[in-house]
């Protein structure tokens, strides 16, 4: 019951500050309220109801030459066509049993072929589509009988083969049918590609044919037609792009970032808040922190990690993140900006103490817990 009243609590304090972040906006002038007038005023990923086109993330590059490292990173590779993917590239072969259904994913050419058999019968089908740079884990997307489904098993490459793909029941399928995993609905596999794909999505289109693998430059900016149209005639006062920075940090880790990354109002729907799996949730893991995302305006994704760049893996990193706002010990006297309490412990790798990794078994890897907290000795991991 405590539980449950500090969710709900919770729920309402967020509710309440996204009203005032949205009444403050709305009283902005100037820039501001001219911003509001056009179509990228309320943005966000995977909502695209603008009617624009896109022009590509080479486009974009052309100007915006400093940000095109955003290219190599891992949301840039979150999906990729089957001939692209270097894991089954590089893999001729990968195999998986359980019960009497045998897995294999197997090369040929440019292609790779999905198959399942029970030792009597086999069914086969090309692989469209990879999701996840395969950095935690890789899973599969074909289609079969006009319907897209999710593969019932996944790339790890802690294991370097396959194994059940997350959330996916683990106990041996009934049939041969429903060995080859999840049938998706139109909306399930809109979902999938509107985060894990640019230009996906368009109102009510789902537009798979002229959608651009991973999330770029439009994917978080808005398509870029009228921009650059705009840039042509050197209009400074309206670009006709959104600029997610503009966001509070409310706004910004739980509307923008938690489209695809699961807000908290999205988890907390989640029959037991999805379990351990929630650790994957950084926006949801965020609102749970204590004096962070709603007490301080600058705690949003962005204060740690910049879109554009490689994720940085060296605790040491994000040190500095961290004492911007905390002082450095204890015994320090706190400053305008830097107001939140020093560790008596240490000062250096904050994130190791405060923002464990936490093993997620299902997928066979460690996720940076985003729940920010002092962490006590053999405690469980919050949900």
């Avoid at 009617?51 to 955003?70: E, K, L, N, T």
């Amino acid at each position: 019951m405590a539980d449950r009243i500090k969710k709900a609590v919770i729920l309402s304090v967020l509710a309440v500050c996204a009203a005032i972040s949205l009444g403050s906006a709305r009283s902005q002038s100037g820039q501001g309220q001219q911003q509001a007038n056009n179509l990228f005023s309320r943005w966000r990923p995977t909502q695209d109801y603008s009617g624009i086109g896109y022009v590509g993330s080479q486009v974009c590059a052309r100007c915006h030459s400093a940000q095109a490292g955003q290219l190599d990173t891992p949301m840039a590779h979150a999906m990729r066509a089957a001939a692209d993917c270097n894991i089954l590239s590089m893999n001729a072969r990968l195999t998986f049993r359980i019960g009497p259904f045998t897995y294999q994913i197997t090369r040929q050419g440019d292609r790779s072929i999905y198959s399942v058999s029970d030792g009597v019968n086999t069914i086969s089908e090309p692989i469209l589509f990879c999701f996840g740079k395969g950095e935690a884990g890789q899973t599969y997307l074909f289609q079969r009988n006009g319907l897209y489904y999710e593969s019932r098993v996944s790339y790890y490459p802690r294991l370097q083969n396959l194994d059940i793909t997350t959330q996916h029941p683990r106990s041996v399928p009934a049939s041969l049918e429903e060995a080859l995993g999840r049938p998706m609905t139109q909306e399930a596999a809109k979902g999938c590609f509107a985060c894990h794909s640019t230009g996906a999505t368009g109102g009510s289109e789902f537009r798979v044919e002229s959608l651009s693998p991973g999330v770029r430059c439009e994917a978080c900016h808005g398509p870029g037609e009228r921009h650059v149209a705009a840039v042509r005639v050197k209009d400074p006062k309206d670009l006709q792009i959104f600029n997610p920075k503009r966001l509070d940090a409310l706004d910004q880790t739980q509307e923008f970032c938690g489209a695809c990354h699961q807000s908290f109002d999205t988890v907390m729907l989640l029959q037991d808040r999805g379990g351990i799996n929630n650790v994957r949730f950084q926006p949801y893991r965020m609102a749970n922190s204590p004096g962070h995302l709603i007490n301080d305006s600058r705690m949003s994704c962005v204060a740690c990690h910049d879109p554009h760049g490689r994720m940085e893996r060296d605790a040491a990193y994000y040190d500095s993140k961290c004492l911007s706002c905390h002082v450095s010990s204890p015994k320090e006297p706190k400053t305008e900006a830097r107001q939140a309490s020093g560790c008596p412990e240490s000062s250096r790798q904050c994130v190791t103490c405060h923002m464990p990794k936490v093993e997620v078994p299902d997928l066979h890897y460690k996720f940076t817990d985003h729940w920010i907290r002092i962490v006590k000795p053999g405690e469980p991991v919050p949900r």
